[in-house]
């Protein structure tokens, strides 16, 4: 896949984002993150990345195509796993021991990477140095997903309720009715299936 993917960034929290680029599941019809580069791409589209470690993994993934698969393959058991703990809490089902031994195992290698620091007002959290780059993807993935599951906004989270999406959004509407991830796309899918199916019943 080209860099010039276009990544989408409207879920609201940086995990649900993640998820999103893999669409319609379990068939994963639509897969954003195929491999390494994408996985950069992602990172640098989020904004996770600066410009010249970006350029790093990209040649270090180039340089030692075992090492780039295996990013890229723990990349996608972490956003399966996301997804795995997200949708059922939206289903209102305890997320699995399996997924969350899979978010669990990566917090367990973040965690003491995060360190307090000066800011404007207080402080903020700050990863350390240390941390290889693609630690900068995938930490910052599963802290937002922490941050959120053990958040008010847990009762929030909702799958698309189009059967071949599987895209996760927060449900901000005020009487939590919100169904679809866009309306623009599957709300306007479902939209015209009722219309035709309408027209259909009366023809
Ligand atoms: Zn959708």
Redesign the pocket.
Request: charged share 0%; aromatic share 20%; with cysteine.
């Given at each position: 896949m080209d860099d010039d993917h276009v990544f989408s960034f409207s879920a609201g929290p940086l995990c649900l984002d993640f998820a999103n680029t893999c669409?319609d599941r379990p068939r994963c019809a639509e897969d954003l993150l195929q491999g390494p580069g994408d996985l950069i791409a992602w990172g640098a589209a989020a904004g996770l990345l600066g410009d010249d470690e970006a350029g790093r993994l990209r040649r270090q993934a180039a340089a030692d195509p075992g090492w780039g698969a295996a990013i890229a393959g723990s990349a996608i058991r972490l956003r399966e796993a996301v997804f795995g703990v997200c949708a059922a809490i939206a289903a209102d089902r305890h997320p699995s021991p399996e997924d969350l031994e899979v978010v669990n195992a990566t917090l367990r290698a973040a965690l003491p990477n995060l360190a307090l620091a000066p800011a404007e007002g207080g402080c903020c959290w700050r990863w350390s140095e240390v941390s290889s780059p693609i630690d900068r993807i995938l930490w910052p993935v599963v802290r937002s997903l922490a941050d959120l599951v053990t958040s008010e906004d847990a009762t929030r989270i909702r799958e698309?309720?189009?059967g071949?999406?599987?895209?996760l959004?927060l449900d901000t509407s005020r009487n939590r009715s919100r169904k679809?991830?866009?309306m623009s796309?599957?709300?306007n899918r479902a939209k015209a299936r009722r219309h035709y199916a309408r027209r259909a019943v009366s023809d």
């Open positions: 669409g698309c309720a189009s071949t999406c599987s895209w959004f679809w991830c866009s796309s599957c709300g």
